[in-house]
């Protein structure tokens, strides 16, 4: 998006988006190693697509020690990747920091003592990690500036990454309750989750048009329109309470990650289109 300004290192793009998936991987390896127990539940109580983690430690597939292994390789290479950008390429003083706010948020995301999965604000911290952190530290690595375009830019995708984490709790709520993982949906309930989600959506849409009005192209809006609609046909589908059916709560997770590489979509290809 850094193209919008006339700025564009491919360089800096490659090795800063190999360092978000090293720190993606943190989070997840983490994940499979600490989310074991409830992992090892939602099998037993009827897992889908996408719940329960992949599995593959809590069924003795791997050694669940390979989980730790792998997220401390990920971590240091991330580091490593990170100090490159900032003495080699000259990304700017903040780089360091920004790429430890990410590591410190998906290290703890489920990793004691912290563990912010369990603690009702791990949606909301994926949602500034996966949503405004990202984009942010893409158009300052480019340029070693901040601006309110990138921010409001952030804003939708914050919000459909949050829906995403969500809906994705709700398959798995009878294993994390069991397992005292104390997420947004245990602590809420499926109901009052919901109501949270389909404001999470209403939000998206309008902080997206929002952001036309300070310099997001048009187009985007265009692009979006396809996965406005999915949103809707999801909150209709919340408002029936059709998360209560396993099939249809599986499409609904689908859905609403559609939407949400759907709207960073849209944001990409509006930039793209007009440069």
């Known amino acids: 998006a850094s193209t919008f300004f006339g700025v564009f290192n491919l360089a800096v793009f490659l090795i800063a988006l190999f360092a978000i998936i090293l720190i993606m991987l943190v989070t997840y390896y983490n994940g499979e190693y600490y989310d074991i127990v409830e992992d090892k539940l939602s099998a037993e109580y009827g897992k889908n697509k996408f719940s329960g983690g992949s599995q593959v430690i809590a069924q003795n597939v791997l050694p669940r ?3 730790k292994i792998g997220s401390y390789i990920a971590l240091g290479t991330a580091v490593v990747l990170g100090l490159i950008l900032q003495f080699f390429f ?4 903040y780089t360091i920091l920004l790429g430890t706010i990410g590591i410190f948020f998906g290290f703890f995301y489920s990793n004691p003592p912290l563990r912010f999965a369990a603690r009702g604000i791990g949606e909301i911290l994926i949602g ?3 949503g405004w952190l990202p984009v942010i530290v893409g158009f300052y690595l480019q340029t070693q500036k901040f601006f309110i375009l990138a921010s409001l830019i952030s804003i939708p995708i914050g919000f459909t990454i949050f829906n995403v984490i969500l809906i994705n709790e709700f398959p798995d709520y009878p294993a994390d309750k069991n397992a005292g993982k104390r997420n947004l949906v245990v602590r ?5 989750a919901s109501i949270i989600y389909i404001i999470s959506v209403i939000l998206t849409w309008v902080s997206f048009i929002i952001s036309i009005f ?5 187009l985007s809006l265009y692009i979006s329109i396809i996965f406005f609609l999915i949103s809707i046909f999801i909150v209709i589908n919340l ?9 249809k709560l599986e499409m609904l997770c ?5 939407v949400n590489i759907g709207v960073t979509l849209s944001y990409i290809l509006g930039v793209a289109f007009r440069l």
């Open 65 to 67: 020690k390979y989980a």
């Open 239 to 247: 408002i029936k309470k059709s998360y209560n059916d396993p099939k």
């Open 254 to 258: 689908g859905l609403t990650l559609v």
């Open 90 to 93: 000259k990304t700017g003083i």
């Open 128 to 130: 500034f990690s996966y």
């Open 188 to 192: 809420l309930g499926q109901k009052n």
């Open 214 to 218: 300070y310099g997001t192209p048009l």
